[in-house]
């Protein structure tokens, strides 16, 4: 293969920075870069005349760009590249090789070798579990079903439901929300393991721990500060035990518990989520995480659903 027969990549991304940074990452690899704008400063008639092998986007989800390219691009659509770190953290190359490994999955090796130094990947462990918070408080429970009832039960995740509500309630809740769905949904047992497949149910009374090998641990001691779970501590423990793989996503509540833990999440290049103002009970916590500039994406449940196993295809399809 020639460098004129290299695939081809049109860019689609918003801030000055990060266009570059990747613009620059892609030539490195050896792939050619046909397209390369600001969202804000592209019609849409001008997509139709791109000629790609793949579109990269980074930007707002609410766009018409977004939505044209989702429904009409004949060729793969590769939704966000991860948070970019400064050239000169030593997090910046394990990102340019993930990048890569994602893209020549998708399109094929590059002609030639990439113009950067990239480590050899670790073997992944044989246990390899992705695992995501689902946060929520007041009005939660019916988001949260409508979120399930629309993701097919056999997606490759599993789930830690952390809902504030009263301890009464606790045991009812794999009840509420298994109707009509295929989830395994359960309340927490002591050395059991979190697989692909199940929800579990963050306990009122008993802090959270897992594992080296994911089984659960609860705890003799309370969660701490005023929230009953506590998302904050129960998702800086999932991204200690199950990071890189995992995410957040925050539906209706009150308060903001959580929103610091989000703002970690999103600095080690992991996904964080939010209900929309609009579809949600009470939109004071999912609105905390999206003012606080850590939600990488928000929507109904319905869309949250269909964007995490679109997510989960797309990384799935990276690590075959």
Known sequence: MTDAQAPTIALLVSGERGRRTLARTIQGFGYRLVFDAAPERVQLSELTAVVADLWLLDMPDESALVDWLLESSPV????GSGEIPPPEDEDHVRWQRRLLHKLSTLLGEPPQAPGILLPEPRPLPLSRRCVWLLGASLGGPAAVKQFLDALP??????FVYAQHIDAGFESQLPHILGRQNAWRIRNCTEGSQLQHGDVLVAPIGRALRFGADGQIQLQDQPWPGAYQPAIEPLLDELARVFAPDCGAIIFSGMGEDGVAACGRLRRQGMEVWTQSAASAACATMPEAVRTAGFSTREGTPDELAAALQ???????????
């Open 153 to 158: 039960a056999q997606a490759p995740v599993a």
């Open 76 to 79: 793969p659509v590769l939704l």
């Open 310 to 320: 679109q997510w989960l295809e797309q990384e799935r399809a990276a690590d075959a």
